[in-house]
């Protein structure tokens, strides 16, 4: 008989832009349960009143039955508590699988000494049991991401999790790494451990969820349960007109060089597809389901391969790896995983400037002042007041956004992909951002947004183009 793990009944909190009213959402043991929802939808604060102590403007929660007011921290990473595995997993990379598995935080080791062999023996027991093929003695650093998070979620089952949530992890991931950790899920929550996955649009996980929770404006918009499921259904109640955004919207078309130009690109899941920008375009890409832009993020980086040419400036480029892009103007920004780009010891000027700059003679070392000066110059534009010795770590999140944006602009790139660039960001932030964005337009960069945000696409898009089932629609002309 299953048994109750989460209760959230009429929670709300105050959260700035982002409020959560009136929300609800249930789990039972060894249930596979989607949370879905946009940017903005509230599915983050869902998230962090889970895993932090977020106070609640009213309702309750409850996990597994407890009558005390729920405290994250009394169960946040404890045996037979909640377990979070996300997209950046924080792990000791100098540990072995083994013991990543069984060694546990403040251990008395006087009382508790755990031999290495004894631990690698019981992770190769568990292994087989799920039919892993890891090695217990492997390093972390050695593991693939998605080796990784098999370590993470086998680590949780060991520590009897009755809650795991997976926030938001299966970005850009290819379809084998989805099977291998859905095949996984299944298993464990047959042993009776719930899994909340946690992402912005239906994907795989959703298919085969024994529910989908839709989350919009703070609120439960829609339970869908496993006999029910349809994806456009979904994607019609977390965009309101989604049937009637069916078209390519041209407000205003440029005519200039073509810059950019992406002839039959295909891979095994995208069929093909052809793009073209010109120079000083702002092009809007809307995916609501997030299929598309994945699979396009994947090419760009090289980690898919694809068949089809790439043009840019009218010459055919291929691109294998991500060096490929710097060397043919090209840039990227994942506003899911700016912080990557940011050197947290450097200072504002150094971060903005490094990409431009060049070592070893005094001519180059002329050039390198007259960069930085030019990086000051465009700090104190765009990048509120700061000590000249700030470091990157010590940013806010859209200064952060904004020192990656600047620092393409002076490298001098042709073509600007930005995935989810709004991503976390207010209105008075999306305004500053778009600002900076008309200022790299000015000079002939053209920039392409990749976002499920239709109302911040239509506030700076010369044009948008609209994806549906992995497929451009056809373009009709305003």
């Not at 859905?182 to 649009?201: D, F, H």
């Not at 000590?387 to 956004?401: M, P, V, Y």
């Not at 790299?440 to 696409?457: D, Q, R």
Request: net charge positive.
């Amino acid at each position: 008989m299953r048994k109750n793990t989460l209760l959230m009944l009429d929670v709300a909190i105050d959260r700035g832009n982002y409020p959560i009213h009136d929300f609800f959402l249930h789990i039972m043991s060894g249930e596979l349960v989607g949370l879905i929802g946009t940017e903005g939808s509230g599915k983050h604060a869902i998230f962090e009143i889970l895993t932090e102590d977020t106070p609640l403007k009213r309702g309750k929660i409850k996990f597994c039955d407890t009558v005390d007011t729920f405290y994250a921290k009394d169960y946040f990473e404890k045996a037979g508590g909640i377990f979070v595995i996300s997209r950046m997993p924080e792990i000791v990379r100098e540990y072995t699988v083994a013991e990543t598995l069984f060694i546990l935080e403040d251990v008395n080791y006087l009382s508790r000494m755990v031999s290495k062999k004894t631990m690698e023996l019981e992770a190769e027991k568990i292994f087989n049991k799920f039919g892993i093929m890891i090695s217990p003695k492997a390093r972390m650093s050695d593991l693939s991401d998605i080796e990784i998070k098999v370590v993470q979620i086998i680590r949780a089952y060991i520590k009897h999790a009755r809650l795991l949530i997976l926030n938001d992890i299966m970005e850009n991931a290819i379809q084998k790494d989805v099977m291998v950790l859905l095949k996984l899920l299944k298993s464990i929550a047959k042993q009776g451990m719930s899994v909340l996955w946690i992402n912005s649009y239906p994907d795989a996980f959703n298919a085969v969820a024994d529910k989908t929770v839709v989350i919009k404006n703070g609120c439960t918009a829609c339970v869908m349960y496993s006999d029910q499921y349809d994806e456009q259904r979904l994607l019609n109640v977390m965009s309101d007109d989604t049937e009637s955004y069916t078209r390519k919207v041209f407000e205003h078309p440029l005519k200039g060089k073509k810059i950019l130009q992406i002839t039959n690109v295909c891979t095994k899941q995208l069929p093909p597809f052809q793009l073209e920008c010109m120079e000083g375009e702002i092009l809007g890409i809307y995916d609501l389901a997030n299929n598309f832009s994945s699979e396009l993020l994947n090419i760009l980086l090289g980690v898919q391969k694809y068949s089809g040419i790439i043009y840019m400036n009218g010459k055919a480029i291929k691109i294998k790896k991500k060096s490929d892009l710097v060397k043919n103007k090209i840039g990227i920004i994942n506003g899911k995983t700016y912080r990557n780009q940011i050197f947290g010891k450097m200072t504002i000027v150094e971060n903005i400037s490094i990409a431009a700059e060049k070592k070893s003679s005094i001519l180059k070392m002329f050039l390198n002042f007259r960069i930085k000066s030019y990086a000051e110059k465009t700090r104190k534009r765009f990048i509120k007041e700061y000590s000249r010795s700030i470091t990157g770590e010590e940013l806010d999140r859209d200064d952060a956004i904004k020192i990656i944006f600047l620092r393409y602009m002076i490298a001098g790139v042709k073509v600007l992909f930005c995935f989810q660039p709004f991503l976390g960001l207010d209105v008075n932030e999306q305004e500053q951002l778009m600002t900076m964005i008309r200022s790299m337009t000015n000079k002939k960069i053209a920039v392409i947004i990749i976002s499920a945000e239709k109302n911040s696409l239509n506030k700076i898009c010369n044009r948008i183009i609209v994806i549906r089932h992995r497929k451009i629609l056809e373009t009709d002309e305003d």
